[in-house]
């Protein structure tokens, strides 16, 4: 089933994933992104001057102008994509992520609560509420906020709270909201900080591809098109309402050195690979339970990293972008 003759408002929609949706929706349906354009990735894109679509360009913490947006275009769907991520933005501007991931989630749950007709809502979390260590984390597992002070974990109490207010909003207003939780997405379109786009742009350069720390840090890698494919599952599925759902893909794990040379052997480099000092606290060990959303939703990761990973050095040769 897909959403047709819907009106789409998606916060951060120029951005990575907000631009893959539009892509996706663009024909059969009204797109409007709102976007401060920190990270532009529609301007890469094929269908970004399409006349389905309406750009915005506004700040989450401006809730008038959010709402006025909502107030007149009266969404039918509306996914919250905005955010500050990146471990190098989130460490020097700790009190920008606080403000923006939990003030900006506010006022845009503010804005769309009683829009006529509202179909769903969706608000992303993050997969880092797990805290260092986490392996097969289900969504009923605890979350870990870290220790108060350090930078590295405003983030993921930033977007825990966000978590809790989502659905606070379902069970005390009852907006038929949706919570995901991405695992390390990457592909065609990434802008920003993502480790594995890093990665497959110096190695499409033959340049050297440093690794913070030991290399040791493990993470299961989820390509944008399955991503997309969950997302889509939480705008349709009614089960999804009310519910946080993990997004990744637990086959696709390895180290971040085995990433590095999975890059430098798909992509055929000669690239090497150096060992910097890691500076900040980090997540040691982060891989999925996906049970839930495969059981509730009929969703499951397909693309494996060597076809990822070749679909985004495609992608970023035939836009030129290395």
Not at 52 to 75: C, H, R, T, Y
Not at 95 to 105: A, D, I, S
Not at 177 to 191: A, D, M
Request: hydrophobic share 45%; aromatic share 8%.
């Amino acid at each position: 089933m897909a959403l047709k003759n819907k009106t789409i408002f998606i916060t951060g929609g120029a951005g990575f994933i907000g631009s893959n949706l539009a892509g996706l929706l663009v024909e059969d349906n009204q797109i409007v992104l709102f976007d401060n354009l920190t990270r532009n990735s529609l301007k890469d894109r094929s269908f970004c001057e399409h006349p389905n679509i309406k750009l915005v360009q506004g700040d989450i913490l401006d809730f008038a102008a959010m709402q006025e947006v909502v107030s007149a275009v009266k969404p039918t769907h509306a996914i919250h994509c905005a955010a500050v991520a990146g471990i190098d933005t989130v460490i020097r501007s700790p009190v920008t992520t606080m403000e923006v991931n939990m003030t900006g989630t506010a006022n845009f749950l503010k804005a769309v609560n009683g829009t006529p007709d509202i179909e769903r809502v969706v608000c992303f979390s993050t997969s880092e509420v797990f805290g260092q260590q986490a392996f097969l984390a289900g969504e009923a597992d605890g979350a870990q906020i870290g220790t108060v002070g350090v930078a590295r974990w405003t983030y993921a109490v930033s977007k825990l709270a966000a978590e809790h207010l989502a659905i606070a909003y379902h069970k005390e207003h009852n907006l038929p909201t949706v919570v995901l939780r991405p695992f390390n997405v990457y592909g065609p379109g990434q802008v920003g900080e993502g480790a594995l786009s890093i990665f497959i742009k110096r190695a499409m350069q033959n340049k050297d591809i440093d690794i913070h720390g030991d290399g040791t840090q493990i993470r299961a890698w989820c390509f944008i098109d399955d991503m997309i494919k969950g997302l889509m599952k939480s705008l349709e599925h009614p089960a999804a309402v009310g519910e946080t759902f993990n997004i990744g893909n637990q086959r696709a794990v390895t180290t971040i050195y085995g990433l590095a040379n999975t890059v430098l052997r798909v992509l055929k480099s000669s690239s090497k690979i150096n060992f910097i000092r890691k500076d900040y606290a980090d997540v040691e060990l982060r891989v999925p339970n996906v049970n839930k959303a495969l059981e509730m939703l009929d969703f499951g990761a397909k693309v494996d990293l060597d076809e990822g990973i070749l679909r985004t050095a495609e992608y970023l040769k035939k836009k030129e972008l290395v």
